[in-house]
C-alpha cells in the first residue's frame, strides 16, 4: 500500500474519532453546567472541556473569556479550530475521499452524508435548548461510521491503518481526560471525597468516556471511588475506552499488519511494549511513581508510536 493512502485511512478513522470525544466533552459541559451552582463553577465546566481537548490555548488567543456560546462555537463550528468536530468532519472525507476506491460504498456514504449534513446546520441555530439533540446525533454519526467500518471493510493492511488510528486518538483523549484532573483522582479523595464536588467531577469524568453506566457493572457493590475510576479507566481492559483497551487492539492490530507484510517494523515493537507494560502494571505503583508522570509518559509514548508508524509506512 502506498503510503499516502495508510494516511489517508489511518487520519479517517483518526478525525472521526475525534469529532465524536469533541463532542462528548461538550455534553459533559452542558449537563455539568445546568446544575445550579455559581457562575465561576459553570464557566469552570466549559474551561475544563476545553482544556481536555487541547483547545484551551487556541480559545484563549481567539476569544478570551470562556462561555457556554463562545465554547460550544469554538469546538463545533470554528474553521480556524483544527479540532473542531467542522474541521474534523471535513478532513476525515477530505482523507476518504482520496482513497474513495479503496473503501466500501457504505463506508463512503456514513462519511459523505455526515459532513453534507453538517454543513447544511446554520450554527446560529444551534441555541442552548437544542445542543443536547445535535451532540447526540454527531455521537450517532460517529457509531455509523464506525459500524460501517467494522461490517463493510475487507480485513487487510486498510483496515489495520483504520483501526490503528482510531484507537490512537482514543487512547489519547482518554489520558488527556484523566490528566486534566488526575488529582481528583488520587487516593486521599477516597478518604475525604463524599462531598458533592467529588462525585460531581468523578461522574463527569466517566460520562466523557461513556463509562458511567459501565462502571457501574464494573464495580456493582462500590460507590463511586477515586481508586476504582482511575482502575477501570488505565487498567481496566474490558472498558472500551481504557489505555489498556486501547493498545489492546492497537498490539493486536499491529501484529497482523506485521504479518500481512510478512516483516516487523519499528513501531510493531514499541506498540508491543506499551501493551505489555499496561498489562503488568499495578495501579498502587503508579500511584507511588506518580499519576500525572505516568499520564504524560503514556501521552508522550503514544505520539511517538503514532509518530514511527507514519515514518515507518511512509505517511506523506
Known sequence: MLGRTASSLFWMSRYHERAQNIAKLLEVAYRTAMVPHSAQDSASDWRLALASSGCEYGYTQKAGEVSARGVTAYMIFDRENPSSVRTCLEMARNNARSVRTGITTELWDAINTTFIEFSDVNPQSITQDKLPDFLAWISQRAHLFRGALLNTIL???GYYFS????????????????DTQYWVLLPDN??????????????GMLRSLSGLRSYRFAYPNAKLKAFNI???LILRKEMPRSLTHCYDWIDETAEDLAQFYGSRSPSIDMATDIYRELGEAQLRDIYQDGLHEFLTDFIGRNNSFAAQLAKDYNFT
Open 155 to 157: 480485513r487487510d493492511d
Open 163 to 178: 483501526q490503528l488510528g482510531n484507537f490512537v486518538e482514543r487512547a489519547d483523549n482518554t489520558a488527556r481526560i484523566l
Open 230 to 232: 482511575a482502575e477501570f
Open 190 to 203: 477516597d478518604v475525604i471525597g463524599d462531598g458533592s464536588m467529588e462525585r460531581h467531577q468523578w461522574s
